[in-house]
């Protein structure tokens, strides 16, 4: 019994094991090839992205703040003021004469007399002579005649004549003339001398002589004007300009990525 059995299960365990590798054979004869198919995923990364972004920036600025204002100048000046006065100074008293003079002078005239002089002028005289001359004839035969050559010959015609001949002389001319002679006038100056006779001299005789004078002098003061000037103080106020701050941020770019899938064999 126990035989049977055995038997049994060598031939299950061959009849199994038959199968199997019939089964193995089969699968290598067919290739599975998987199906595949595309898609497009989306694939993020982070990014820094950067710009410009204007930015106001302010400083305090001293600066002068500038007016005119009228301001009040003086400044010396010299000035020349004149005055007129009457002065006063004795001088020589002076007596005017006319007295007659006789007053001479050189004088240049002219002293002429009469003189033979030659003067002569040309004329033309006509003279001729007789000139020996050779003529020919057409048959060659010459023969030797005289002709007369008359022509006018000039003459210098000269004779004596009386002329005016004046040369320069130089004498001594004399006129009586009324002048007026000017002189000091003189007095007799005496003093008494003790135990003797008074001693006299001529003095000159003054009298006084006013004029009317200008006197000038320098006089120093001052000369004030309203002059324009500037008057300048410091303001502070700020100051403002337009500056670029760089600025930068991460943001997600993403960009759509093709994958392929497939599916398994089964």
């Given at each position: 019994m126990k035989t049977s059995v055995a038997v049994t299960l060598l031939l299950a365990f061959a009849c199994v094991a038959s199968a199997s590798r019939e089964l193995q054979t089969a699968h290598k004869a067919y290739k599975c090839e998987p199906k595949c198919t595309y898609k497009y995923e989306p694939k993020c990364v982070k990014e820094e992205v950067c710009e410009d972004v204007p930015k106001e920036v302010c400083h305090d600025v001293t600066e002068d703040v500038c007016k005119y204002e009228d301001v009040e100048k003086c400044h010396p000046i010299t000035k020349n003021i004149c005055e007129k006065k009457q002065k006063c100074i004795d001088v020589e008293k002076i007596e005017c004469k006319k007295v007659e003079e006789e007053e001479c002078h050189d004088v240049e005239v002219q002293d002429c007399k009469k003189v033979p002089e030659k003067k002569c002028t040309t004329v033309q005289n006509h003279s001729c002579q007789k000139v020996k001359t050779t003529k020919c004839t057409g048959h060659g035969k010459c023969n030797t005649v005289y002709e007369e050559d008359c022509r006018d010959v000039p003459h210098e015609d000269c004779k004596f004549v009386k002329v005016d001949k004046c040369v320069p002389v130089t004498k001594k001319e004399c006129k009586p003339v009324e002048k007026e002679v000017c002189g000091p006038v003189y007095?007799?100056?005496?003093?008494?001398?003790?135990?003797?006779?008074?001693?006299?001299?001529?003095?000159?005789?003054?009298?006084?002589?006013?004029?009317?004078?200008?006197?000038?002098?320098?006089?120093?003061?001052?000369?004030?004007?309203?002059?324009?000037?500037?008057?300048?103080?410091?303001?502070?106020?700020?100051?403002?300009?337009?500056?670029?701050?760089?600025?930068?941020?991460?943001?997600?770019?993403?960009?759509?990525?093709?994958?392929?899938?497939?599916?398994?064999?089964?």
């Open positions: 007095k007799d100056e005496c003093k008494d001398v003790k135990h003797g006779k008074p001693v006299c001299k001529k003095v000159k005789v003054l009298e006084p002589k006013c004029e009317e004078v200008e006197e000038c002098k320098d006089v120093t003061e001052d000369k004030c004007d309203f002059v324009k000037e500037k008057k300048c103080h410091p303001v502070t106020k700020p100051v403002c300009k337009q500056e670029k701050e760089k600025k930068c941020h991460f943001v997600d770019k993403c960009t759509d990525e093709k994958v392929k899938v497939c599916e398994e064999c089964h």
